[in-house]
């Protein structure tokens, strides 16, 4: 299974950004995906997941801001960024797991990140 993430760069805040992430295989509806993002000497942490049935999650601070969706079709997992902030700024990577869970040791395929950059 590969993971290809895209869509990152350098934003100034209240712009916006949308990732894209795109999975090899012929199962991907299957599975739960997620957005992870990970800032310079901070752990992996959950920003937001879909699951094969489409219900979603997300952590409190994108809320309202973020949005995750899923093209089956296409093995394609997006989250769009609305509202960013500095704070935002991290490599944002994408996750596939089995089961509905928001801790990263439960995704067991990830792809190789995307910098996001957002300036005050």
């Known amino acids: 299974v590969q993971l290809q993430a895209s869509g990152g760069g350098l934003v100034q805040a209240g712009g916006s950004l949308r990732l894209s992430c795109v999975a090899s295989g012929r199962t991907f509806s299957n599975y739960r995906m997620g957005w992870f993002r990970q800032a310079p000497g901070k752990e992996r942490d959950f920003v937001a997941a879909?699951?094969?049935?489409?219900?979603?999650s997300y952590t409190d601070s994108v809320k309202g801001r973020f949005t995750i969706s899923r093209d089956n079709a296409k093995n394609t997992v997006y989250l769009q960024m609305n509202s960013l902030k500095p704070e935002d700024t991290a490599v944002y990577y994408c996750?596939?797991?089995?089961?509905?869970?928001?801790?990263?040791?439960?995704?067991?395929?990830w792809g190789q990140g995307t910098l996001v950059t957002v300036s005050s």
């Open positions: 996750g596939r797991a089995t089961i509905v869970s928001s801790r990263a040791s439960d995704y067991l395929y």
């Open positions: 879909i699951n094969w049935n489409g219900g979603t």
